[in-house]
């Protein structure tokens, strides 16, 4: 028996657990993600903005962005949103640029879901002046309480916005999954 033997079994033993490991992972239920959020249940409540001073256009801006979802439709979990908190930052020039920040969603039963998300805004102005802008980008579900504590996900998400105007209508697709020891817990 070679000194190779203990190591050669430990390697064997791995890769024989290796699927049991996966399955768990792939096991998981996802569930698919199409949301949308009009412009009339989003409210802007705090903006700050500070000309950065290099050149004419960029702004640095802090924002926090409140919605309600009187008619939702239930997640998988059978679940309505009631709100939904939205606190982030813009470094644009002419509204186009980089913008990220964080949400927390609050469901009916009390349970929170924990996001973070990272994206681009363009702007372009329209034959009669006026600005239309959008934001483009991915929201990670990164946590959450109850149920939800160990929530994963990834939704892509499309805004049309004017925070001048108090205008933030979005549409959300994608999926999330829950940690298989969650699942059926109804705990806060």
């Known amino acids: ?96 640029g980089r913008a990220w920040g964080y949400d927390v969603t609050s469901l009916e039963n009390g349970d929170k879901i924990f996001s973070e998300f990272d994206g681009t805004s363009q702007t372009t102005v329209t034959p009669d002046g006026s600005k239309k802008s959008t934001f483009t980008g991915v929201t990670r579900y990164i946590g959450g309480t109850g149920k939800y504590q160990g929530i994963r996900g990834f939704l892509k998400s499309n805004v049309v916005f004017d925070p001048d105007k108090n205008v933030n209508q979005q549409q959300t697709e994608g999926e999330y999954w829950l940690p298989a020891s969650t699942v059926g817990q109804s705990q806060k």
């Not at 050149?55 to 979990?77: A, M, W």
């Open 1 to 96: 028996m070679s000194n190779k033997t203990p190591f050669m079994y430990a390697i064997s033993l791995g890769l024989a657990l290796t699927p049991i490991c996966f399955s768990t992972v792939s096991a998981q239920e996802r569930c698919k993600v199409s949301e949308e959020a009009t412009a009339a249940k989003s409210n802007y409540t705090q903006q700050h903005v500070l000309d950065v001073g290099d050149i004419s256009g960029h702004q640095i801006r802090v924002f926090e962005l409140h919605r309600t979802y009187p008619n939702d439709k239930p997640n998988c979990e059978n679940l309505k949103r009631t709100e939904s908190w939205t606190r982030g930052y813009s470094d644009y020039v002419d509204r186009n």
